[in-house]
Each structure stands twice: as structure tokens, then as C-alpha cells.
């Protein structure tokens, strides 16, 4: 199966993070980089963001 990559908004739509957010977590280390698609297009492998979700703690717990 071929590998889905996210834009940032969809990123944003699924983690309920704003833009700042994500760069924020990104700069501390917290969330996980983009790959480059093109010079200037950037995506996070769908995948990567699945398991970054996984690993978060649940509101349940």
C-alpha cells in the first residue's frame, strides 16, 4: 500500500493542533518533522502522524 502524505492543514484537522503549535512541538523536539517533497512542499508521511497520535497519552486514562 502506498504511503499517504499530509499536508499541514490535514495535519492540523487531525491532531486539533493550530500551526504554531505544531512548529512549537516541532522545535522542542515533541512532534515530528516534515519530509520535502518538492523544493519548496513539505508532508508528514501519514503514518508518522498515526503513531505520534498513538503514543500521546488518552484523556480516558
Do not use: N
Not at 502524505?5 to 505544531?22: A, D, F, P
Not at 508521511?45 to 497519552?57: A, F, K, Q
Request: net charge positive; charged share 25%.
Amino acid at each position: 500500500m502506498p504511503q499517504r502524505y499530509l499536508r499541514r492543514t490535514e495535519v492540523e484537522k487531525i491532531t486539533g493542533l493550530s500551526r504554531s503549535s505544531i512548529y512549537k512541538l516541532m522545535s522542542e523536539g515533541d512532534f515530528p518533522r516534515p519530509v520535502k517533497l518538492t523544493a519548496k512542499a513539505v508532508a508528514w508521511p501519514e503514518s508518522v502522524i498515526t503513531d505520534w497520535l498513538m503514543s500521546r497519552p488518552s484523556a480516558a486514562a
